[in-house]
């Protein structure tokens, strides 16, 4: 008599006990395809038509590697005033009752809702030699606009209400009698920040870094205006791809956007292993 067939040692179990996972799971890869990653496959597959050597002449070319370093410099000193000043604009939200609070909360979001081009020609306008701000440095020989210092500005205008929105519930959160109770322990200010605060404020600060990091890296609408766009010094690299993109040089805008994909996704990542290692030590 033959032996039964064996069942099969692996099976697709469905994670949880609630109905519907399988066609969750499907709608989700479908969407995140088409969205997401076939976007992302045909931009990597585009920069090799002029083959390795064309891809590599592109990114050595100096004009490409200006503005790759500009581009993600910038939006890192940019992301990191963020992360300071939005700590200091969360706290007075979520500590402080003042008049006019529920306005200055809402005035946060404005970055969000103002188009981007229309942000530049504000910021543009203020800071420009002639302008309100711009004018005064003026006379002492400081130029704000049309200098990276400009796009650093943009870039922070851009990315402030991540690093208030993503911290603020968190703050919301926490119980403030843990404070109380650190000082009644003898904790001075700082020490209450350093030991108390802060620790469980890592993960959502490093995730708000991320996020106005990854959104000033892409800005181009409110950047261009304030940049100048002069090769070599003050020009960003989405306003480089769209320059190629008019030079019909497909291959070589998809290059510089690859390179900034990988570079991207390379710092992301190591943000997102610094939270899990302070998340492992505790600080969570």
Do not use: C
């Amino acid at each position: 008599m033959a032996n039964p067939v064996a069942a099969p040692r692996w099976r697709f179990r469905e994670p949880n006990v609630l109905p519907g996972f399988r066609l969750a799971l499907g709608f989700t890869l479908i969407y995140v395809s088409f969205i997401l990653l076939i976007p992302l496959a045909a931009l990597v597959a585009r920069p090799w038509e002029n083959g390795l050597d064309g891809f590599i002449a592109t990114l050595l070319d100096e004009r490409v590697l200006k503005a790759l370093r500009l581009t993600f410099s910038v939006s890192f000193m940019a992301a990191a005033m963020n992360v300071v000043m939005g700590l200091v604009i969360t706290w007075a939200l979520v500590r402080y009752d003042f008049p006019g609070r529920g306005i200055l909360d809402a005035m946060v979001d404005l970055p969000f809702a103002l188009p981007t081009a229309v942000a530049g020609i504000a910021l543009t306008s203020i800071y420009a030699p002639n302008g309100w701000v711009g004018g005064l440095f003026s006379p002492l020989g400081i130029k704000i606009a049309y200098t990276p210092i400009g796009i650093w500005i943009a870039m922070v205008f851009v990315g402030l209400p991540f690093i208030v929105r993503t911290v603020q519930p968190v703050l919301q959160e926490f119980d403030a009698e843990v404070e109380e109770a650190a000082t009644m322990l003898g904790a001075r200010p700082l020490q209450r920040i350093r030991r108390v605060i802060l620790p469980a404020l890592w993960p959502a600060v490093i995730t708000a870094f991320s996020l106005a990091f990854a959104r000033a890296v892409g800005e181009y609408g409110s950047v261009i205006f304030i940049a100048g766009n002069m090769p070599y010094k003050t020009e960003i690299a989405p306003l480089l791809i769209v320059t190629k993109l008019e030079q019909f040089d497909y291959a070589g805008a998809a290059s510089v956007g690859l390179a900034m994909l990988i570079l991207s996704f390379t710092i992301i990542l190591l943000v997102n292993i610094i939270q899990l290692l302070l998340s492992r030590r505790g600080l969570k």
